[in-house]
């Protein structure tokens, strides 16, 4: 492999691992703060028990989370360099952002939130369950401007020696692909954390035990999961696709494996794309569909791959077609699942039901693929360009950082990482088996030190 | 425009090295002053809600160099590679470390994870003081901007240095002292019992090798780079920065023999401060310096973003660093005060 290929799957590899963690955090921490306004609305204890058990696993995963975004923002420079020098002016405002607003606030509180349940009083501790919430809510749209502005440059100008200036802080903020993108995002984190949940819960009914809390957590879990995943599919998610075929045409052709532009489109769910002589092999195709999906008519005319010259192809188109595929396949499950879940809590019969529990219990993976396979489809689909439109991919890279150096820290990072993997799941294991009420005042804090 | 982001983000990373700096040190001296279960359990009781935040430091001052000086972030970053994504996985080790500890139900396992957040600890303080130490002295800039050190050459500084010469590996050891005895006088000041005596003691020991390598520091920066002095002559009021190193290591040394633990903080704030800007005094309005023949420095001029985006980033960086502080404020009140054994829940 060359030294861009490296430093690509480098990336890729890093990024992928780090969006295991913040996912679930941004999602839990907006059930915590259901969890504890219902403990605060009530006054039941179990509530405030139930938030300092998701504020131990939430603790866990923050941290890995910290840890393995450390590496992101120091690839834009030691990988990336040419990238960082030309746009740094204007991306950089973003990165800079999260940190300052964003990470600050996060880690202030979530010590506060984790270590002061017994000095402050209840209002107060609530208050920073709900800053914590908030600061991961900041950090995930600061991160998605500046990702849609490589998709989707906006507000900017270049200047004679080549480097990028903001014109507008304000359109940069305002860029409406970094709404969408982070709209149709947060639902997809939020239904991370549902589905983690609504499974802890599911094996504790399942298992008898803990009854009390794994009804809550159902039924918190459903409720938030059947919101998000209705709000994935539409508007954020049909919105997105609908963008994505006006700037992106490449993009979304490659996704939906569309070789040749057609009037009435066909919306093709399963199939194997066959680039050689681009057409799709065994394709199970609902005629016109995509079209409608698109412009709203059954008869429009959709671009197909062959609008775009070849060399401006996405690179790897069959892991484009098939992350989105996948995605969107297991966007249509997850509301299969959670409508029928939802529709069993509201008559009342849920808890009992263990024919749908089982399902439950075993979905949450699912999410984790689900978000990965989106991030994929967004960043494939933005290849060959770093900065949509503006900068090669391969104009961006460190060069004179070669490839056996960049294997050699790949590989460093495939090693840490798999420990981390390995500590994470025995640590979440024991926190699930001791259930909440091995939990009282200030032992969440328990988590992220020693004591 | 240019010299005050020059010291908002000397300030910034000021005020990493001093708030990690403490808590980097408590796990350097960590496996000598707190040796029963007892110790270690408060030791990393002192730093438990405060040692992330103080590790955001870093990645707030990362950020801020990304969009204002854009070229020497690039610059910096790819030159250093190496070196970066060891320290990479050196604060992910002692995350670990920390996090780990604490879910161990075993002698064995305790041990281990104590061992890793000391070890990492250690060549953190070692890595940034010669990261440091190499910014100090300068690199071998190409006439593209770029460069790219060798980890290790003939330890000699001059057109081709590695990134450990004598220069640097004495940044190193002096990153390592300082932060030592910062964190023993930190622990004196967060516990109480035979934790903290242990505590005072170790920041007497360390205080003279801290001194000495000092001492030796001053002139050999001179040595390593005549430069640094230039600036030294033009603006005399710089010199105020060596006489509060002076200054703040009397009053530590005062400080552990009175047994007045916050003082004896408060100096070794105030000396790594002032370390620090003394250093950036002597580099204004460089921030990367090269040598052999190839390119020239990196000034602030020539690395520095658009004043436009200047302008904006200036608005919301005021805005985010008042927050800032208030939330630091809060944390710090809230959890001001000797840790102690008994009073809260924490157990097991």
């Known amino acids: 492999m060359d030294a861009l290929a490296l430093h690509r799957l480098q990336f890729a590899f890093t990024i992928t691992f780090h969006y295991l963690f913040p996912q679930l955090t941004m999602g839990l921490a907006l059930l915590i703060?259901?969890?504890?306004?219902?403990?605060?609305?009530?006054?039941?204890?179990?509530?405030?028990?139930?938030a300092r058990f998701w504020a131990r696993i939430f603790a866990v995963n923050f941290l890995l989370g910290v840890v393995t975004g450390i590496p992101m923002e120091f690839q834009f420079g030691t990988n990336w360099s040419e990238f960082s020098r030309r746009t740094g002016g204007v991306i950089g405002m973003p990165v800079a952002m999260e940190g300052i607003f964003s990470f600050f606030l996060e880690s202030a509180f979530l010590g506060l939130?984790?270590?002061?349940?017994?000095?402050?009083?209840?209002?107060?501790?609530?208050?920073?369950?709900?800053?914590?919430?908030?600061?991961?809510?900041?950090?995930?749209?600061?991160?998605?401007?500046?990702?849609?502005?490589?998709?989707?440059?906006?507000?900017?100008?270049?200047l004679p020696n080549g480097l990028f200036e903001v014109d507008s802080f304000w359109a940069l903020m305002m860029n409406p692909w970094a709404w969408l993108e982070y709209a149709h995002n947060m639902s997809g984190a939020v239904i991370t954390g549902a589905f983690v949940m609504s499974s802890v819960g599911a094996l504790y009914l399942l298992q008898g035990r803990d009854v009390e809390y794994g009804?809550?957590?159902?039924?918190?879990?459903?409720?938030?999961?059947?919101?998000?995943?209705?709000?994935?599919?539409?508007?954020?998610?049909?919105?997105?696709?609908?963008?994505?075929?006006?700037?992106?045409p490449a993009a979304i052709a490659g996704m939906e494996g569309l070789f040749h532009s057609e009037k009435g489109a066909a919306m093709v769910v399963l199939g194997q794309p066959d680039f050689e002589h681009e057409k799709i092999d065994n394709p199970i195709a609902f005629n016109k569909v995509l079209s409608f999906l698109i412009y709203g008519t059954f008869s429009s005319e959709v671009q197909g791959l062959d609008q775009t010259p070849r060399d401006q192809?996405?690179?790897?188109?069959?892991?484009?077609?098939?992350?989105?595929?996948?995605?969107a396949g297991l966007g249509t499950y997850f509301v299969g699942l959670m409508g029928l879940a939802g529709l069993l809590l509201w008559r009342g019969q849920l808890y009992r039901s263990r024919w749908i529990l089982w399902p439950i219990l075993l979905s949450f993976p699912l999410p984790y693929i689900a978000n990965t396979a989106g991030w994929m489809c967004a960043e494939i689909g933005r290849q060959p360009w770093v900065v949509y439109g503006l900068v090669r991919t391969s104009a961006g890279y460190s060069t004179h950082i070669g490839a056996g150096t960049s294997l050699f820290t790949l590989l460093g990072f495939l090693g840490m990482y798999s420990l981390l993997s390995i500590l994470w799941i025995v640590m979440l294991y024991n926190f699930i088996q001791s259930g909440p009420r091995s939990l009282s005042h200030e032992t969440a804090g328990h988590s992220l030190t020693a004591a | 425009m240019g010299t005050l982001w020059f010291w908002i983000i000397a300030l910034m990373l000021a005020a990493y090295v001093v708030l990690d700096g403490f808590d980097l040190g408590v796990g350097i001296v960590y496996l000598f002053v707190a040796k029963t279960e007892q110790n270690r359990q408060l030791a990393l009781r002192s730093?438990?809600?405060?040692?992330?935040?103080?590790?955001?430091?870093?990645?707030?001052?990362?950020?801020?160099?990304?969009?204002?000086?854009?070229?020497?972030?690039?610059s910096?970053?790819?030159?250093?590679?190496?070196?970066?994504?060891?320290?990479?996985?050196?604060?992910?080790?002692?995350?670990?470390?920390?996090?780990?500890?604490?879910?161990?139900?075993?002698?064995?396992?305790?041990?281990?994870?104590?061992?890793?957040?000391?070890?990492?600890?250690?060549l953190l303080a070692l890595f940034f003081g010669a990261a440091l130490a190499n910014v100090v002295r300068g690199v071998p800039l190409g006439p593209d901007n770029y460069f790219f050190l060798p980890l290790w050459t003939n330890w000699r500084t001059g057109a081709q240095p590695g990134i450990l010469d004598w220069y640097t590996v004495i940044g190193g050891v002096l990153a390592v002292l300082a932060l030592a005895m910062h964190g023993s006088l930190y622990l004196a000041l967060k516990t109480e019992g035979d934790l903290e005596q242990h505590a005072f003691r170790w920041a007497g020991k360390l205080w003279p090798a801290v001194l000495l390598v000092t001492a030796i520091s001053l002139p050999a920066t001179v040595l390593a780079r005549p430069n640094s002095l230039v600036n030294y002559r033009t603006h005399p009021l710089?010199?105020?920065?060596?006489?509060?190193?002076?200054?703040?290591?009397?009053?530590?040394?005062?400080?552990i023999r009175a047994g007045k633990a916050l003082r004896g903080f408060l100096g070794s704030c105030v000396y790594l401060a002032a370390m620090l800007s003394g250093a950036a005094a002597g580099l204004y309005p460089v921030l990367l310096p090269s040598v052999g023949g190839a390119g020239q420095d990196l000034t602030v001029a020539r690395a520095i973003a658009s004043p436009h985006t200047l302008h904006i980033g200036m608005v919301w960086w005021t805005i985010g660093m008042l927050l800032a502080l208030m939330y630091f404020s809060i944390m710090y009140w809230l959890f001001r005060g000797k840790v102690s054994q008994h009073s809260e829940g924490h157990g097991h």
Request: net charge positive; charged share 10%; with cysteine.
């Open chain 1, 215 to 248: 009804r809550t957590f159902l039924k918190v879990g459903v409720v938030a999961g059947l919101i998000s995943c209705a709000t994935q599919i539409f508007p954020t998610g049909d919105l997105h696709g609908k963008y994505l075929a006006k700037h992106q």
């Open chain 2, 47 to 74: 730093i438990g809600p405060v040692w992330d935040g103080n590790e955001v430091w870093l990645l707030a001052a990362g950020g801020t160099l990304f969009f204002a000086f854009p070229l020497l972030y690039a």
């Open chain 2, 238 to 255: 710089d010199f105020l920065a060596p006489l509060m190193v002076v200054l703040s290591l009397g009053v530590i040394r005062s400080a």
């Open chain 1, 33 to 50: 703060v259901v969890l504890k306004t219902l403990a605060l609305r009530t006054g039941d204890e179990h509530y405030a028990a139930s």
């Open chain 2, 76 to 122: 910096a970053f790819s030159g250093f590679y190496l070196p970066l994504m060891m320290v990479i996985w050196l604060l992910i080790l002692r995350a670990i470390g920390i996090e780990m500890r604490s879910h161990a139900h075993d002698a064995m396992g305790r041990s281990f994870f104590d061992a890793v957040f000391a070890f990492a600890s250690l």
């Open chain 1, 313 to 327: 192809w996405p690179t790897t188109l069959p892991l484009l077609f098939y992350a989105y595929h996948i995605m």
């Open chain 1, 113 to 158: 939130f984790l270590f002061g349940e017994k000095r402050l009083s209840p209002k107060a501790h609530w208050a920073s369950a709900f800053l914590v919430f908030c600061g991961s809510w900041i950090s995930g749209f600061f991160i998605i401007v500046a990702n849609a502005w490589m998709q989707h440059p906006v507000a900017y100008h270049i």
